[in-house]
């Protein structure tokens, strides 16, 4: 029996933005966590994901979101095509995504004499 020979393809992603949550300042889409169990969420409880006290997370409003909608602090949020965001922890987004700088073009002399 043969295997089916399979072409891998390398993709790049075009430019996007991106904002690095720390708090609930940082982007409208981020609301406070309302608490589920009385105040003990916020003041006692902490993140699976990142250790840190709920009182410092947020979350996605659910028409923006499309999947887990828990903000830690340091994540970066990525408004993607259909106007959805995602969210990506600070580790994951820095191993998966570089920055772009734009091209800029050389700085040609003026050769037009007056």
Not at 16 to 30: G, T, Y
């Amino acid at each position: 029996m043969g295997f089916l020979a399979v072409k891998i393809m390398k993709f790049i992603s075009k430019p996007f933005e991106a904002v690095q949550w720390f708090n609930l300042n940082d982007h409208p889409a981020v609301v406070p966590i309302e608490p589920v169990f009385g105040s003990r969420l916020s003041t006692e409880l902490s993140c699976p994901y990142c250790s840190l006290k709920f009182e410092t997370h947020g979350r996605l409003l659910p028409n923006l979101a499309k999947s887990t909608t828990l903000v830690c602090p340091s994540s970066w949020l990525v408004q993607n095509f259909d106007n959805s965001i995602s969210i990506y922890p600070n580790i994951y987004f820095s191993q998966m995504f570089l920055p772009f700088y734009p091209p800029t073009l050389p700085n040609i002399p003026d050769t037009e004499k007056s």
